[in-house]
């Protein structure tokens, strides 16, 4: 999660939410969420499980 | 209830301590509470206002405030992180109970930062951006 959080700290062009499943079930069961963490970029949902930064930072801008 | 242990209680406020510029929680309770299936007579957006307040005790670099359906917020209750009082595009929706309060700690201390703490390189790719990217981490207590 915090890495998604420095990456909107860090740029405008980029915004982060973490959201918690068990609160928004219809949210998380729409966008198939079965392992946490789950990360969804412009409402699509992208990958599960934590990476190091180089590979965030390079999936995030392959979606981009 | 204390929302820290004694031992990271003193740490939090260690590391409040040394923010490098003011940090606000806008806390948005939303409407009128219809408590999630499962939630009993859970308030989760008082439940919110307490964490937010009593993280805010621990450093005074870090301010809370409340309003109920504040623009931009699609889910309650939901807090967002703001350094200098500036909306970062930097949220978390639910309450972040357990173990997840240690991302709202984590996202308190990057916002009080005055340089990010990504590597350069990481700084560097984030430049070559030409368009806005949303990202939504879905994430549990536990």
């Known amino acids: 999660m915090l890495l998604a959080y420095r990456c909107a700290f860090a740029s405008e062009r980029v915004a982060a939410t973490a959201i918690e499943a068990n609160e928004f079930p219809q949210l998380a069961q729409e966008l198939g969420v079965w392992a946490v963490p789950r990360i969804v970029i412009d409402g699509e949902p992208r990958w599960d499980g934590a990476v190091p930064e180089p590979e965030f930072l390079r999936r995030i801008l392959a979606a981009a | ?142």
């Not at chain 2, 929680?25 to 009593?54: H, I, N, S, W, Y």
């Open chain 2, 1 to 142: 209830m204390a929302l820290l242990r004694g031992e990271e209680e003193a740490k939090v406020r260690e590391w409040f301590a040394a923010l490098e510029r003011p940090v606000e929680l806008l806390v948005a309770v939303g409407p009128e509470q219809t408590p999630p299936a499962g939630a009993r007579d859970v308030d989760f957006g008082a439940e919110m206002v307490k964490v937010c307040e009593g993280l805010a005790e621990l450093g005074d670099g870090v301010t809370w405030r409340v309003e109920d359906e504040p623009d931009g917020f699609p889910r309650f209750p939901a807090v967002s992180i703001r350094p200098d009082g500036r909306d970062a595009g930097v949220r978390y929706d639910g309450l972040p109970w357990g173990y997840e309060l240690g991302s709202l700690v984590g996202a308190i201390l990057e916002a009080g930062r005055a340089e990010p703490s990504l590597r350069s390189e990481s700084l560097a790719e984030l430049e070559m951006l030409d368009r806005d990217l949303v990202l939504d981490v879905f994430v549990t207590p536990t």
